[in-house]
């Protein structure tokens, strides 16, 4: 089968790509490698991949209409699993329009491609940034979600309606997978896994938001990896009406699932995980709540664990002990 993964040169990307190429699929992998975070280690990525045969690397922007067009109709994907988008919260509030760039117009050319293609199956990343506001824990599908608090949640919500739009008219059958915190080996610079390892290694301070008085659903990467290779085999199909049914399914075939570890982190907890896995103590900065931000993150993924028995089993401190360990090895070969 040959599948587009976007954002391939990603943290999440790569290790989807991955996943597939020991299926036996073709993958074909989009990315514009820019420099919101070290295009060196995008490319550490992207070697990770050229050993596979079935592999091809398109260096391409998404807002780029034809371009993306012209792909489409060259390589006649069977699925697709649409992963780039300008990340980060806080960016958000200083470069607006990256993300609408990105995020918005990015994910319409996708869209298009699969409307015009006969693509069988679009799995996107959606976030659990989308909750903003929501008040009721743990975030469920089925809850509303029209407060946003950051404009990159905003454009996280305009993909899924935008996703079901297409379903209902064009019958693309879609998928929206809502990602709360992923982290392990290979992950983002400015998530607080890597951020934190590096201060505590250099000892440096680092800047504990909220006074610690906070909670993430983190999630292991091979966790979040298994649970989008389960679902791109599960395409979703139309119910018998989407009047009164919650928001999460449709009478076009649409869905979306929470992708969670389901166990929410006290974040000293998780600062403690780091501090055992780098032997040192963390030097701490006590901060008020960043704006845009929220005091937990906690995912209800009973419908994703009914559709694909997804299980995620890594714990916190097995799991950022993996990550400080590849941390020091990336760090030291740079």
Known sequence: MKILVTGVAGFIGMYTAKALLQQG?????????????????????????????????????????????????????????????????????????????????????????????????????????????????????????????????????????????????????????????VYGPAGRPDMAPWLFTKAILNGDPIKVFNHGDMQRDFTYIDDIVEGIVRVQNVIPAPKESSMGCDPSQSSAPYRLYNIGNNQPVQLNTFISAIEQACDREAIKELLPMQAGDVPVTYADVDSLVEAVGFNPATPIAEGMQLFVDWYRGYTESQ
């Open 25 to 181: 699929h073709d993958v074909v992998g989009l990315d514009n490698l820019n420099d919101y975070y070290s295009v060196e280690l995008k490319h550490y990525r992207l070697e990770q991949l050229s050993q596979f045969d079935k592999f091809s690397f398109v260096k391409m922007d998404l807002a780029d209409r034809e371009g993306v067009a012209d792909l489409f109709r060259t390589e006649r994907f069977q699925r697709v699993i649409h992963l780039a988008a300008q990340a980060g919260v806080r960016y958000s509030l200083e470069a607006p329009f990256k993300y609408i760039d990105s995020n918005v117009v990015g994910t319409m050319t996708i869209l298009e491609g699969c409307r015009n293609n006969q693509v069988e199956h679009l799995v996107y990343a959606s976030s659990s940034s989308v909750y903003g506001m929501n008040p009721k824990i743990p975030f469920s599908v089925s809850d509303g979600v029209d407060h946003p608090v950051s404009l990159y949640a905003a454009t996280k919500k305009s993909n899924e309606l935008m996703a079901h739009a297409y379903s209902h008219l064009y019958g693309i059958p879609t998928t929206g997978l809502r990602f709360f915190t």
